[in-house]
């Protein structure tokens, strides 16, 4: 199933492309000999620059641990030994960190299943119907990914009075679900395009109706791509932060990035060793999902984009 | 009529049956289509609508808005400040984009020539960077540049920069839009590395062949072979990057709140902000979101089009 693609998609978010460590060019003899003398070099510049880009996420893991009486030094600690767990019992003790994850969780809940249930239907009318509109659709679905987020949030923020609808969980998961769905269309389409009509057509002169064979057939071999854009639902819910901002007025309403902002802001001298905990905690699910889906999704995102 | 009275009676019926089949895909997708119309299209509508209308406080409290034509568009691209803030977005999304390209395309070079451990090392460090939730990035790079405990005033200072130590970025314009160019290139770079480096990765392997038998030197396979081919895909991404660089507002709105004035940091995602939630004027916020939408369709008017006729030609295969 790892055919199925979403190529040259136009989305914000992580869109996720995975090329495999196998699909490096291979290199003709000749190339290779010469340029085995400057492989050393060239591999110590990519360690490199691997250290740079993740020394922030590390820094962060780091401070978490450290002790508070060994953070507040002139000398970073760039070791977390001693290790003390102090910032993270901190953070669990806190009632608005629980209270934020709760509310996140429950918009990432509801966007996710309504996403993907949405999703799911509309790309099966557009994979596998012809009807009027279809190309509009497909249409609209491009636009929608390139309209400015910032450009809108006025009208939405009135849109959402006007309804009493502010500081709700329907409210957020109203404006994150119109954000992630056409995108959910878009990837679940590559998807079901993937699995050949054929298969269901064979189940159909074996005698199921067309829609038992969509069932019985196509439906088993999605599993991956419900999967997929599942996490996307949830990557882009977990991680909002300017319609939470905008929509979430009321303080004890927060979602965790909001939490995450009060909570490094609320007093004078930062408890930096909290906030990298918080930032942590909030991260670690997020980091471990992207990982298990970007095995999953091949390198599918720009095939065929260069051979036409 | 001509029409034998004896086939009348089979025509509706077969309409219906056609009908039918043709009702299933309009319920399948009603409920994205809904979706999307409430949370974007009417807002969209409305928006457009209310930056034609006065709109202010006392709109909010009941009072009929007033149709006031152009005057927020002309108040918005007249006013000395929101044209420095327009100004300002452009100038901070191109050196964004172009820190982002160059650094991006350079990994993504870096990939297809090292070992397979070090690429390997390379990617996984780029996806940790791409799974950071904004607000997180945000926060970790405000405690990277804390003037008196940050690691980077430490470090400046050790390297010999002695004005460093205890130097408040966030308190003057400049530091706080390199602090902020930092945090949007670092975050940007995985995507822009990993889809340069599918395109890369595409150009077959014969055709590279083919230049090294006629004696291309490896710079000049790169050159001319490798990055043309490859150049459709780059062009995307930094098509996409201008796209999101022009409206970052996280990244300022954070860094803002522990720095200087904020007039003179706006760019113009925090702008419309500020004046919508912030002053309460929907109505001048709304011209300058209008703005901002037409902007980024005036940009993005040649890659749209190109993917709607893909599309097209696809659906009348």
Same mark, same amino acid.
């Given at each position: ?77 760039? *070791? ?60 609209? *679905? ?88 599942? *996490? ?77 | ?317």
């Amino acid at each position: 199933m790892s055919t199925s693609t979403f190529s040259r998609t136009p989305h914000g978010g992580p869109s996720r492309t995975g090329p495999s460590p196998a699909a490096g060019s291979p290199a003709p003899a000749g190339r290779r000999k010469r340029r085995r003398r400057s492989r050393p070099v060239l591999n110590a510049i990519a360690v490199l620059a691997a250290l740079v880009w993740v020394f922030p996420v590390y820094w962060m893991v780091n401070t978490a641990l450290v002790p508070t009486s060994e953070l507040f030094t002139l000398t970073p600690r760039f *070791v977390p030994f001693p290790t003390s767990f102090e910032h993270f019992s901190g953070v669990l003790r806190d009632e608005k960190f629980w209270s934020a994850l709760r509310m996140s969780a429950i918009v990432a809940l509801v966007v996710v299943v309504l996403a993907v249930l949405f999703g799911f239907l509309a790309a099966v009318a557009v994979s596998r119907f012809r009807f009027r509109g279809r190309g509009a659709l497909i249409m609209l *679905v491009i636009l929608v990914q390139m309209l400015p987020a910032e450009a809108l949030f006025i009208s939405q923020f009135r849109m959402l009075d006007d309804w009493n609808l502010l500081s709700s969980v329907p409210g957020l998961s109203l404006l994150c679900l119109g954000g992630i769905v056409p995108f959910t269309v878009w990837l679940l389409r590559g998807f079901i395009d993937g699995v050949p009509v054929e298969l269901e057509e064979a189940a159909m002169v074996d005698g199921c109706s067309r829609v038992g064979a969509f069932f019985r057939v196509t439906l088993p071999l999605l599993g991956p791509g419900l999967v997929t854009s599942s *996490v996307f639902a949830f990557l882009h819910t977990w991680n909002e932060y300017n319609l939470a901002l905008i929509v979430m007025t009321k303080t004890d309403h927060a979602t965790l990035p909001l939490w995450l902002r009060s909570f490094s802001s609320e007093t004078s001298a930062t408890d930096w060793g909290g906030v990298m905990a918080g930032s942590t905690l909030i991260a670690v699910p997020v980091i471990a999902l992207f990982l298990s889906v970007h095995s999953r999704m091949g390198s599918g995102l720009v095939a065929g984009a260069v051979k036409g | 009529m001509t029409t034998d009275p004896g086939l009348t009676p089979a025509v509706p019926a077969a309409r219906r049956r056609h009908r039918r089949t043709q009702l299933t895909p309009y319920l399948l997708v009603a409920p994205v289509f809904v979706a999307v119309i409430v949370a974007l299209g009417y807002p969209l509508v409305r928006q457009i609508v209310m930056s034609f209308q006065e709109f202010g406080l006392r709109q909010q409290f009941g009072q009929a808005p007033e149709w006031v034509g152009l005057d927020n568009y002309r108040t918005v691209l007249s006013d000395p400040a929101m044209l420095r803030v327009l100004l300002r977005s452009i100038v901070f999304c191109l050196v964004c984009v172009v820190l982002t390209m160059v650094a991006g395309t350079a990994l993504a070079v870096l990939m297809t020539v090292v070992s397979r451990w070090a690429r390997l090392a390379l990617q996984v460090a780029l996806l940790f960077v791409w799974a950071m939730p904004v607000m997180v990035t945000v926060t970790v790079w405000q405690w990277l540049f804390d003037s008196r405990y940050g690691v980077v005033n430490w470090l400046l200072s050790h390297l010999g920069f002695t004005g460093m130590e205890g130097h408040a970025w966030t308190a003057d314009p400049m530091g706080l839009f390199t602090v902020a160019a930092l945090i949007v290139v670092w975050m940007s770079v995985p995507l822009v590395a990993f889809m340069s480096y599918a395109g890369l990765s595409q150009v077959p392997a014969e055709v590279m062949e083919a230049a090294s038998l006629d004696g291309a030197s490896a710079w000049r396979r790169f050159r001319s072979v490798m990055l043309p081919l490859a150049l459709p895909v780059i062009m995307i991404v930094g098509l996409l990057q201008i796209v999101w660089d022009l409206r970052v507002f996280t990244q300022i709105y954070v860094l803002q709140q522990n720095g200087g004035s904020t007039d003179d940091t706006n760019l113009l995602g925090t702008a419309i902000y500020r004046l919508g939630i912030g002053q309460g004027d929907y109505g001048m916020a709304s011209a300058l979101a209008t703005v901002v939408l037409i902007l980024t369709l005036l940009l993005t008017w040649k890659y749209i089009s190109t993917l709607v006729n893909q599309q097209k030609e696809a659906a009348a295969r």
